[in-house]
């Protein structure tokens, strides 16, 4: 599954541990996300979109 997690992360101007504080994971996990090696749980998918400002579905694509 495709997502824009990093291109958000960059443009708040966050590192990936910055980000991994604030939703309460570990950088290893953004990378992993970002790199799209791992699908994030429904909840922290939901995290991620309220800390965006965005819905699950603006944030990830389904190929």
């Not at 309460?24 to 965006?52: H, K, W």
């Amino acid at each position: 599954m495709r997502n824009d997690l990093r291109q958000l992360r960059v443009a708040k101007g966050l590192s990936q541990q910055e980000l991994g504080q604030v939703l309460g994971v570990s950088r290893q996990t953004i990378n992993a996300i970002e790199q799209c090696r791992y699908d994030p749980s429904l909840p922290l998918a939901i995290r991620m979109a309220r800390y965006f400002a965005k819905t699950v579905e603006e944030i990830f694509h389904v190929d």
